[in-house]
C-alpha cells in the first residue's frame, strides 16, 4: 500500500501488471488443502460436587448414620466443605491417631485445614503438652491464650516442665539472643511467650531489626503459630535449597507460611517448567511456593489441555499463583469473548487469566468509547499505562497481536509479515477481531492460506467492501462497466481476483490507504482525540482499572 502520493502511480501500475502477468499464465489447481493450524480446544468438564451428607460422612469416615445427622443439624456449615479438603483434613487426624468417634465428639475439627491441623498439634506437643485430645485441639486459639501457669493447674503441661527453656532447645545450631531467666515466669500467655522466642530466632537467624518484625506481625500475623520445628525447617531450606537470601526471605516474609513438605513435593514433583529449573522459578516469583504442589500439577494439566505451551507459563508465572478452578473458569471465559478467544495462540494469553477481571472492565469502558484497537498489552499493563492510552484517544496498537496471530495461522517470521504489513500506513488501527473475521470470511469463499498471504493488506479492509467487489465482479457487464485491460474475468485465477479486490477498493480513495474505514469510523486517526471524553486526572487513587463513561460526572466530582 502507499505511504504517500508519489506511490500511488507505482501501486496502479504493479496492480494491472500483475493482471495481465496472471492472463498470461496457466491457473495452477491446488490438491492440497490447507487448514489453518490453530489449536483445537477441548471441553475441560469439572464434575459437579454435592454438598456433604450424613451418609457420605459416615461411609468415608466412620461412626454411624444418625451421628452425622446430628452433626449436620448443629454445624450445617461442614455442608460446605469440599469433599477433597475433608478427606485431607480426616486422614491428618487418623495420622494424629484420633477416631472416628474423637472426630465426632468435635465435628467441626474437620472444619479445619489439614495443615492447621497438624501445625497445631504440634505446637502444643512442643510447649509440652503430653496428651493432646480432640477437644484440646480444637480450642487451640484459647489454649495458647492462656498463662502457663493456668495449663499446668489443669494439667495440660506437666509440673516440672520448663517451657521456655524447652522451647528455646527446638532450634537447633543456633543460640537465641534471649534471657531464659526472665521467661521464667509463668504468668505470661504460651502465645507471648512462643512470639518473645520466635522474634529472637528472627533476629539472629534473618537478621531482622525491630521494623521488620512489627511489619511481620502486622501483615503476617498468623506466622507466629507456626511450630518451631516447622519454622526452622522452612528456613533452612529457602536458604539452603534455594539459595535465599537473608535480606530476600525479610522481603517476602509471607514465605515464612510456605511448608517445607510441600516446597519439596514442587522439587521433586515439578523439577522444571519449559526446561527452566523450577528453583529459579520459585526464586524469580517465591509467592508460586505458597501454592500446593497438587494446586501447581493441575494448573499445568488444564493450560496443556487448552493448547498453551509451558512457554506461555514463563511469560506469566503469576498465573501459578491462583487456584486451579479460577484457572480452568478464566480459561473457559476465554472462549466466550470474542476480542479474548482471537488471542488464543498469543504466547502473552496467560496475562489475560490472570488479569481477567481487570480486562473485562478495560474492554467494556473502551467499547463504550468506540475504541476498537484493544491490545492484549493495553487490557493487562498496569493503571498508568492504560490511563495514558485513553487519555490519548489513540486508536490504535503496535501491531504485535496482529503479527504473532498471523505468524501463527501462515507460519510465516514475524519480522517478515511486520514488514510486509507495515506497507500499510493505517495496518496498526485494526483490531485484531476484524482480521480474524476477515481471514474467515475468505477462507469461506475458498480462498487458500497461500492466496490469502499473498495479498495480506486485505485482511485490514471492510468485510462489507469486500462482498461488494466480489459481487461486482460476478456481474455480467463488469467487464465493460469497470475498463480494466482484462480480457475475461473467469480465467483470473483466485490470488488474481483477490488482487482486484484489493485495486477496486482502494481506487475509490485514490490509493491512500483509507479504503480500511467503515461508514462508523471515517475519521481520521489526527481527529481521533477529539472522540474522547476527559479521562479522570485521579484514576490511579480512584479506580485501578479505568472509569467507565457511565461514572465519569461522579468521578469529576470526587
Sequence with gaps: MLRNGQNQAQFLARSLGQLARGMASSKKASTKQEKIKLPKRPIVEMPAEEPLNAHYLAKNLGSNYRAWVAALEKHPELKTLKRKDLLSSYHTLKSLEYSADDIIAKPMIIYYG???????????????????????????VTVVNKPIEVLKAHSFIPYDVKVAERLAGLFDGITLPVDLRELENESITLKSLRQTLLNAYLRERLQMDDSDLQKLWRVYSRIRHKS???MQDTVELLTNELKFPAERLRKNSFLLY?????VRRILREIPTIDSQDIREIGFRRPKILMSTCDSLKQTLQYVHAFGISEDAVLRCLEVLTLGPETVLERLRDLQEIEEFQVLGTNPRVLRLVHYQNKARLRLDYLN??????????????????FAKFARDGSDRTKGRDI??????????????????????????????????????YLRSNKFKLHEIFANIHLLLYPIKRIEEKMLLLQQPDAQEELQLPVADFSSLSNNEVLTLILYLIESEFHFTGDGIWTEQHTHHVENFNNLLPDFPESLNKVYKYGVKPADKLVMQQL
Design 114 to 140: 489439614a495443615t492447621t491441623l497438624a501445625n497445631r498439634h504440634s505446637v502444643l506437643q512442643e510447649c509440652g503438652f503430653q496428651n493432646v485430645t480432640v477437644q484440646t485441639l480444637a480450642k487451640y
Design 368 to 385: 463504550q468509547l468506540r475504541v476498537r484497537c484493544a491490545s492484549l498489552h493495553i487490557l493487562s499493563c498496569g493503571s498508568e499505562a
Design 228 to 230: 518451631f520445628r516447622a
Design 403 to 440: 503479527v504473532v496471530y498471523l505468524g501463527n495461522v501462515f507460519s510465516k517470521d514475524k519480522l517478515t509479515l511486520r514488514n510486509l504489513l507495515s506497507r500499510h500506513p493505517n495496518w496498526c488501527h485494526i483490531p485484531l477481531l476484524h482480521v480474524k473475521q476477515c481471514l474467515e
Design 258 to 262: 510456605s511448608e517445607a513438605d510441600n
